[in-house]
């Protein structure tokens, strides 16, 4: 691999930021936004894949943006793992994009410049915060993301959602700034650097108390990863419209989360000294225990979006599981499950938004018979269930069997049976919802404020249906991704 | 030429009341000539002094320590600079603010006072002579009372009165304290007393000298909880004078203690004869809590921004009191930066008071709609005071942070991260307040005139400026520490 200085890394997250005061300047014609924002998507989309083709050739580009002190700065850099979480982010803002015009005019919103000016700035901070070459650059973006959704939390403006929007910001500003920034000062005042290094910053040295100590502070500074017992400002958050639910809070937020986690644990801490403190048997109880609380929560809700809010907590903690198991196997898989639950997660919340536009249900009681009115949308529920379950021939049987190899490399043969149960557990809670809405009877008739209307269907059903048959695609089509990220 | 920097404005103070018996105008465009001679004075000093490395002036022609010596060096520097361009804008700034809560009669007298206070606190910033401190102290003191008592509402009387009975006790205690030091060494230059107080370090005469000048210092300071005419002064003063002694007047009375503690003591003095730096640690962080804690619970704005400065002044003596180098620099820095954040959201607010009448935060609904620019710029600078990074709030507090890890104080880390999440409620409640609640108002736009905000833009650009390019804050600021320190 050879470093080069280059704007690239930079730029693609600017292109989102670009957009912004266009669509500002076309707010009041009808579909000018829309477009602008799916051209700099695709645009965005098209410069991270030159971003791959570089990084295939073996070039590693990085630069220096802003110098704030010598140590301190603002810099990007590419590498496998930015690609990839920039690639889904740029890929899924174009789908979500699509299907946000439906969702939003299906409701007859009227903020709807705002919606896509806030949830272009999180994609900024979103692709800027993959590219961040050190801990000071990831801190910056990850507190705008927080700062850039909060207008999408409280985007219906009722008194409900903004008590959720307050929730929101008081559990992530105030465990970044409380933990996540002590951290960094104090590895910054240790180390002299803030800047991921594969071989880690850590030197022999430091006192193994405080790496343990530092450690905890990283665990409980990135409350994104929703690992319990920071974890519930995630079902808070769903009173935002369905479309940022299933982008942000199902994509770009959480996994903002759990990808910060990723570079803090292999380029900050590396396995070695992990292994030295044991401080990832910290990481794996905590992540089993929300592995398993997560779904049996998810169990008993009634209400779609939390229901899936729930699961992602669960399936969040799979990612933090393999990257906290420290081999091979286990990081492939984790950064293979942060793919393959992106698209598998986005569809399950485009169905809900659907279902919700069409019929204004909400709770999961009320889907039954819902299939045979909505076929496309429940099939393609049906792929995202299946691909979470983990059935072999989706996506999801990918990253768990990858996840089980992990497990049994690192010998920690405990984590099977969690595994085991997630998976029925999983399957517990999806499974039903699948069943009633083919086979049950629908009961509602025309009359009544939950009949099925058409209206602005296409607009959202080909976006779910694409993300879901991706999840389907990716079984067969995994072998290229995975030597992405071996490479 | 150093003379011509306290000279100017005031022969401008003096000019302008007979100017303004012809025309009231007259009164504005003099004392706008004269803040910008005074500005370029101050930029051909700066040049001189970066050569040079000192530049001084002695009093007709008798050399110190007989005669009165103006100095200046790295330290004063950084003041000069921040002091004569705030002086600029808030001329600038007071044209059309000033109209309208001044009396007509009363204007010229406002400007002559205005001109006068900045002589006293350039005055300050120059002189090299303790004894004349104290006289420009008074010179400062005696203006700024009379500015508040200009202020619209009756309270501001009231404001004045209890400002001039506690600001009359500071400086008449640290008169006392100088006396003391007269007696003791039988001089007043103070590089003369730095050497001629070392041998007698432990004569109680000096402790009792040095007490009564810190206690004075620290009223003028308004250093919790010393602080009680400040929230009031700041509120009910006319809007352009809350912001010049919120940006200025306060930080020159930091830096008078920085003076007296490092240039007329010693550290050996402060740490280790007596244990002073080590209660003024408590005492600064029990002032940040206080500050953040009692801006929390004010309905208005100005007086949350007051409150705030007093928790922000807790920072500059908390980095004084940690009397290490990075500390210090933390400190000097955060003068420097805290006078731009503080004078810009003074400026805000003055100008929503001067638009919309409006004074309390619930008042404030919607008003982004109305007044985008000003509340664009407020967030800017709002986030500077929580020290969000590439903003310059950001630089201090890191400075500080690295100063009480190097240290060893570890408890200092979590109260300044506790203090920043209470500054970010407090703002981001105005924030929230202005752009996400609906106003009751149908107005389109009714932004301030040009002539205010200008000002308003100029400063919160230089929030930014100097957070991103921070040569010029770091370089000035180490030349300080040099200074103060090194020898």
Known sequence: MENYISILPAMVSFIALISVPFMILFRDYNYVKEGISLFSALLMFTLVLLLGREYLSERILYIDIIKITPTITISFRTDNASIIFAGISSFLWFITTFYSIGYLKGLNDKKETSFYVFFALTIFATTALAFSANLITTFVFYELITLFTYPLVIHKGTEDSKKAGRKYLAYLIGTSIMFFLTAIILTHFITGTTFFNSEGVFKKNVDNNITLLLLLLFIFGVAKTAVMPVHSWLPNAMVAPTPVSALLHAVAVVKAGVFVMYRILNYIFTSQVLLAIKGHYILIVLSSVTIIFGSLIALRQNNLKLRLAYSTISQLSYIILGLSLLNEYATKAALSHLIIHAFSKITLFFCAGAIYVKSHITEISDLEGIGKKMPITMLAFTFGSLSMIGVPGFGGFISKFLLMKGIAHSGNYFLFPILGISTLLNAFYFMPIVFSAFFKEYKFNSKDPHYVNKKYSLLMEIPLLITGLVTLVLFFAFGGILSFIGG | ???????????????????????????????????????????????????????????????????????????????????????????????????????????????????????????????????????????????????????????????????????????????????????????????????????????????????????????????????????????????????????????????????????????????????????????????????????????????????????????????????????????VLHIFNHSLMKCALFFIAGGIFYKKGIENINDMKGIAKEMPFTMAFFVIAGLSLVGVPLTVGFLSKWYLLLGAISQKYFFVIPVILISSLLSFIYIWRVIETAYFKDSNSTKSSSEMPLGMIAPVAVVTILCIYFGIFTELPLLLTKEAIRILIGN
């Open chain 2, 1 to 331: 030429m150093i003379l011509y920097i306290v000279i100017i404005p005031l022969f401008v103070s003096l000019l302008t009341p007979l100017f303004g018996m012809f025309n009231r105008k007259y009164a504005y465009f003099i004392s706008l000539l004269g803040a910008i001679i005074t500005f370029l004075f101050v930029i051909f000093t700066y040049k001189k002094v970066v050569t040079h490395g000192k530049e001084y002036y002695w009093f007709g022609g008798f050399e110190p320590p007989f005669g009165i010596e103006y100095v200046v060096d790295g330290l004063n520097l950084i003041l000069l600079l921040i002091i004569s361009f705030i002086y600029l804008l808030v001329i600038i700034y007071s044209k059309k603010s000033s109209e309208k809560e001044i009396e007509d009669k009363r204007l010229s007298l406002f400007y002559c006072l205005l001109n006068l206070f900045f002589t006293g606190i350039l005055g300050i910033v120059v002189t090299g002579d303790i004894f004349n401190l104290y006289v420009f102290v008074e010179i400062a003191s005696l203006s700024s009372y009379t500015l508040i008592a200009l202020g619209p509402k009756r309270q501001s009387l009231m404001a004045s009165y209890n400002y001039l009975i506690l600001g009359t006790i500071g400086a008449t205690f640290v008169l006392i304290g100088i006396g003391y030091i007269f007696m003791a060494t039988g001089s007043l230059n103070m590089a003369d007393i730095k050497s001629r107080l070392v041998p007698i370090y432990h004569s109680k005469m000096v402790r009792t000298a040095f007490t009564f000048i810190t206690l004075g210092l620290c009223l003028k300071l308004a250093l919790f909880p010393l602080h009680i005419w400040l929230p009031n002064a700041y509120a009910y003063a006319p809007s352009s004078v809350g912001a010049l002694l919120a940006a200025t007047g306060t930080k020159v009375s930091a830096y008078a203690l920085i003076r007296v503690l490092y240039s007329v003591f010693t550290i050996d003095f402060d740490t280790n004869v007596i244990p002073f730096n080590k209660v003024f640690v408590f005492i600064s962080l029990i002032a940040i809590l206080a500050g953040s804690f009692l801006a929390l619970a004010q309905k208005n704005l100005k007086k949350m921004l007051a409150y705030s400065s007093i928790g922000q002044i807790g920072y500059i003596t908390l980095g004084i009191a940690m009397s290490n180098e990075i500390s210090l620099q933390g400190s």
